[in-house]
């Protein structure tokens, strides 16, 4: 069934006004005292207008300075929903900047926002997500993410959120999960995403195979895939009707399979119809990943006895106008032809 999306409108009982600004350098630390007062409109006016400002990053690098996020730390906990949804806001904003990733990474706000991964309101916790995901594309953020320890409950997350949100934390996750995979195997990542695998969603199908491309990625990673019984699922997501899908299964395939207990497990699923077919489609996406994949099955005798009915098939590739394609369909003839 499909799922409402989050709206970001505010309450219908919230008086949207903007307060009033002086302009040039007195604007930003009358905010900032504006932030602590105890009258709850004069804190909204005080956030919409700060959601305004940081934009320029100028502004982002007054702010910091001038101590914004201590306080708005102090608002994530505020019992006002309009609250904490324009505060959640402000620092999804301010984390856009390169001086905002910094400063937040710096204050400690990624661990004070784990808080708010239990908020009833849907549009903080979805601003919340938003802010991890723009956090860890880049490696200081997701750096920053992974030592705020919000790995294993953002796997926990993963088991129940919204599925608009689901599709921000396997973002999150992929990015983090390139740097370091332990903490998310142990919470259990491998049992999750396999169940995500068969999600209606195609985004959430897509990421979800993303994310084990990248535990697959690691040496401990590929264990727990091989182990969790996830290769027989990514074969049968091969025949998926979304490029975007294919391409991520097959890159996580090709990843599990460097491993003999991969590729025997690739084999006993029957890996290889599939992803000949994806070979053979010329404008497939997958069609690299595939004949990476196909390579690796290759090295097992009964891999190469099936796939040496097929040479065909790899020598089409040979004239694909990608020259990655040409070069990996003449390793596989190589590798298909090869006699002990």
């Given at each position: 069934?499909?799922?409402?999306?989050?709206?970001?409108?505010?309450p219908p009982d919230?008086?949207?006004?903007?307060?009033p600004l002086a302009?040039?350098?007195?604007?930003?630390?009358?905010?900032?005292?504006?932030?602590?007062?105890?009258?709850?409109?004069?804190?909204?006016?005080?956030?919409?207008?700060?959601?305004?400002?940081?934009?320029?990053?100028?502004?982002?690098?007054?702010?910091?300075?001038?101590?914004?996020?201590?306080?708005?730390?102090?608002?994530?906990?505020?019992?006002?929903?309009?609250?904490?949804?324009?505060?959640?806001?402000?620092?999804?904003?301010?984390?856009?900047?390169?001086?905002?990733?910094?400063?937040?990474?710096?204050?400690?706000?990624?661990?004070?926002?784990?808080?708010?991964?239990?908020?009833?309101?849907?549009?903080?916790?979805?601003?919340?997500?938003?802010?991890?995901?723009?956090?860890?594309?880049?490696?200081?953020?997701?750096?920053?993410?992974?030592?705020?320890?919000?790995?294993?409950?953002?796997?926990?997350?993963?088991?129940?959120?919204?599925?608009?949100?689901?599709?921000?934390?396997?973002?999150?996750?992929?990015?983090?999960?390139?740097?370091?995979?332990?903490?998310?195997?142990?919470?259990?990542?491998?049992?999750?995403?396999?169940?995500?695998?068969?999600?209606?969603?195609?985004?959430?199908?897509?990421?979800?195979?993303?994310?084990?491309?990248?535990?697959?990625?690691?040496?401990?990673?590929?264990?727990?895939?091989?182990?969790?019984?996830?290769?027989?699922?990514?074969?049968?997501?091969?025949?998926?009707?979304?490029?975007?899908?294919?391409?991520?299964?097959?890159?996580?395939?090709?990843?599990?399979?460097?491993?003999?207990?991969?590729?025997?497990?690739?084999?006993?699923?029957?890996?290889?119809?599939?992803?000949?077919?994806?070979?053979?489609?010329?404008?497939?996406?997958?069609?690299?990943?595939?004949?990476?994949?196909?390579?690796?099955?290759?090295?097992?005798?009964?891999?190469?006895?099936?796939?040496?009915?097929?040479?065909?098939?790899?020598?089409?590739?040979?004239?694909?106008?990608?020259?990655?394609?040409?070069?990996?369909?003449?390793?596989?003839?190589?590798?298909?032809?090869?006699?002990?």
């Amino acid at each position: 069934m499909a799922q409402p999306r989050i709206s970001a409108y505010l309450p219908p009982d919230i008086d949207p006004t903007k307060a009033p600004l002086a302009f040039g350098r007195r604007a930003l630390p009358k905010l900032n005292e504006e932030l602590q007062s105890p009258e709850l409109l004069t804190q909204q006016r005080a956030l919409m207008a700060l959601c305004d400002l940081v934009h320029d990053p100028e502004k982002v690098y007054q702010a910091i300075a001038l101590g914004f996020l201590d306080n708005l730390k102090t608002l994530l906990v505020h019992h006002d929903q309009t609250v904490r949804q324009k505060t959640t806001e402000v620092l999804s904003i301010i984390a856009l900047h390169s001086i905002g990733r910094r400063g937040l990474i710096q204050n400690g706000v990624l661990s004070a926002l784990t808080g708010l991964l239990d908020d009833p309101v849907d549009i903080c916790r979805k601003n919340t997500h938003q802010i991890f995901d723009m956090m860890a594309k880049l490696p200081e953020g997701a750096g920053g993410v992974l030592r705020a320890g919000l790995i294993s409950p953002l796997v926990l997350k993963l088991k129940i959120e919204l599925d608009e949100i689901q599709e921000l934390i396997l973002d999150t996750l992929c990015n983090c999960l390139r740097v370091e995979v332990s903490e998310a195997l142990a919470a259990g990542a491998v049992t999750v995403l396999k169940e995500k695998l068969s999600h209606p969603s195609t985004a959430i199908r897509s990421k979800a195979a993303w994310v084990l491309l990248e535990i697959s990625s690691h040496a401990e990673g590929k264990i727990a895939v091989c182990k969790e019984g996830v290769i027989p699922v990514l074969v049968s997501l091969l025949e998926d009707t979304q490029p975007e899908v294919q391409v991520n299964t097959t890159g996580a395939l090709m990843f599990a399979a460097v491993t003999p207990q991969g590729r025997s497990s690739a084999m006993g699923a029957e890996g290889i119809p599939p992803l000949l077919k994806l070979v053979a489609e010329e404008t497939s996406k997958a069609r690299l990943n595939a004949i990476k994949t196909l390579t690796l099955l290759a090295e097992m005798p009964e891999g190469r006895q099936t796939l040496l009915d097929h040479r065909d098939t790899f020598q089409r590739c040979l004239d694909d106008p990608r020259e990655a394609v040409q070069r990996a369909a003449q390793i596989a003839i190589t590798v298909i032809e090869w006699k002990p």
